[in-house]
């Protein structure tokens, strides 16, 4: 189920929007600190985020699922941003250094589609990085944000995800621990619950913030290539009865 980009809008200038929108970016900024020379994708509704970490980057472009519905991006420029269809992009292979996905996985109807085509136009040694709603969070049981719409996520079932895709997790974080209460008491000590919540075992929070690395080489493949090697025989030592009749001769 894909939210109306004016519904998402709305909520990123909202207070609590804007707070979510910090949180979120300071796990993100963790990994992704310097992207300069990069070529970067956003795809879903991940603009609030490219703002930050446009400067620098090779180029910076956002995607956004043709349902859900675009805005002209960055704002008085000329734009980076288009509608496509999440699981055909308009991209050749291998061309994109860092994808953003924000509001994209658990809106698609096809998560696993959606990961190959990533997987697809993601350049050898590229990252992505993933902003998931956690299934057990009090974030993905309300609807009052656009992290409580669609399909949320266990860590076992992005595991799975990423690893049919042909990802590699290189980093596992959380965000959002605050609770989805636009009350000044909770927005002002949002940072003291992000502390909090990363520095105790905490399984409740709001989204995962994910990292993971391209695989390039297909295992299917390396399994295929031994059984063929395994078949070979060379083609001048005799087998089985023709074997013991050339001893004889």
Known sequence: MH?????????????????????????????WENLSGLALLGLGYATPYLDA??????????????????????????????????????????VVDRILLVHALETSDD?????????????????????????????????????????????????????????TPTHWGEALFMPPIERQFFLRSALAWERLGGSLPYPFAGVYVIEATKQVYRPALAGKAARVRGLLQPILVPTGTAAGKSKEL
């Open 3 to 31: 939210l109306d980009v004016v519904d998402l809008k709305s909520f990123y200038a909202s207070q609590l929007g804007q707070v979510a929108q910090r949180m979120v970016l300071r796990g993100i900024r963790s990994r």
């Open 53 to 94: 970490l446009r400067e620098g980057t090779e180029r910076a472009i956002a995607f956004m699922p043709a349902r859900q519905g675009v805005v002209a991006w960055p704002p008085g420029q000329l734009s980076s941003a288009s509608l496509v269809e999440a699981t055909d992009m308009p991209l050749r292979d291998s």
């Open 111 to 167: 998560p696993a589609a959606l990961m190959n085509e990533v997987w697809r136009i993601l350049a050898p040694g590229g990252h992505i990085m993933m902003i998931v709603p956690n299934r057990r969070g009090p974030w993905a049981r309300l609807d009052t944000t656009p992290f409580g719409h669609g399909q949320p996520f266990s860590r076992r079932q992005l595991t799975e995800l990423m690893r049919q895709a042909l990802f």
